[in-house]
């Protein structure tokens, strides 16, 4: 069984910084890319970053590709997301979530190409 637990989550001041890691278990993780959505209340899920399982295909949402990084260890079965310049809007719970396929041939920012997801940790940023 395959679980992915975020961590990184909390308040943060307009303009700080966080870094999220998401650790996961239950297959070998170099093969699967990963990704993080979030999802602010009352809209939808978005997907913010995704690394493939080749490391070097990343994506990253238009409006946080200036100051997000997404990485991965894969000695550790983890990926982070650093976020920096924190803005109020950035609020959401933020989710990791793992490919259902190994080796997957593209980068997707579809949620159905991914089979398994983490609970969710909060990021609030005040305003």
């Known amino acids: 069984q395959v679980q992915l637990v975020e961590s990184g989550g909390g308040l943060v001041r307009p303009g700080g910084s966080l870094r999220l890691s998401c650790e996961a278990s239950?297959?070998?993780?170099?093969?699967?890319?990963m990704a993080w959505f979030r999802q602010a209340p009352g809209q939808e899920r978005e997907c913010v970053a995704v690394?493939?399982?080749?490391?070097?295909?990343?994506y990253y949402l238009d409006s946080l590709r200036e100051r997000t990084t997404i990485s991965r260890d894969n000695t550790k079965n983890t990926v982070y997301l650093q976020m920096n310049s924190l803005k109020p809007e950035d609020t959401a719970v933020y989710y990791c979530?793992?490919?259902?396929?190994?080796?997957?041939?593209?980068?997707?920012?579809?949620?159905?190409?991914?089979?398994?997801w983490g609970q969710g940790t909060q990021v609030t940023v005040s305003s």
């Open positions: 979530a793992q490919t259902s396929g190994i080796y997957d041939s593209k980068i997707s920012t579809d949620p159905r190409s991914y089979a398994y």
């Open positions: 239950g297959r070998t993780f170099s093969g699967y890319g």
């Open positions: 690394i493939r399982w080749t490391v070097i295909d990343k």
